[in-house]
């Protein structure tokens, strides 16, 4: 049996096409080549943003190409990038002081606290909230709120003030990184064993291995070692 075909407009051009696609596939089926738009097909690279709304629905829609199956009359449009502040910066040279944020993005103390942004993103993140602690100088409570960002711009899109709220939190959440987070011990001692040189010989060794000994060894190794 035939599977139910349901029409939806991309880019205003209807097509009818089998209703358990994602909007990413149902393009495709609709002859689509997409070569921006589409990254890893898996809901991580956040590289298919798409913006719809529903006959007879006045509700904008947010959701990932990839990730959202089609409804019958979507009129979808995709939105692969979006212009937004990105300020240059060399994270070596920064500190993790609340300043920092207001000197590389001073628009962040013009948020409204609207939460437009929050109702936009397809990750189900609290935008408003992570922006709101980043007013407060907060670079770990960005950091950690903003953790499952992807990138997508859409927050961005929405924000009639202008704020680019993904490059500010991905700004804390390298800072940090560089400047916050807790040392790990074990790290450290074993960054200073390589450095040392403690592991030069069994390296070379393996470099002179040929591909089948490599995958003996590898079959082999102790998964958790004592
Ligand atoms: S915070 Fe913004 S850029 Fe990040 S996933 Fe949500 S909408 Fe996309
Ligand atoms: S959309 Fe812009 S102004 Fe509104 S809460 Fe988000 S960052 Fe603030
Ligand atoms: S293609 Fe990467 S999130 Fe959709």
New binding site residues.
Partial sequence: MSEELVPVFIMGKRYDVPHSLTIMKAMEYAGYQLIRGVGCRGGFCGACATVYRLQGDDTLYFGLACQTVVEPNMYLVQIPFFPAQRASYKISELSARPEQLFSLYPELL?????????KACPQDLD??GY?AAAMRGDIARVADMSFDCIMCGL?AA????G?A?YNIAVLCRRLYGRYLAPRSQHLEDRLAEIGSGAFDEPLQELMGLNTEELKERYEARDIEPK
């Fill in positions: 013009r948020c409204l606290g609207c939460g437009t942004c929050t935008v408003k922006t927050c929405r924000c009639p003030v704020e709220q």
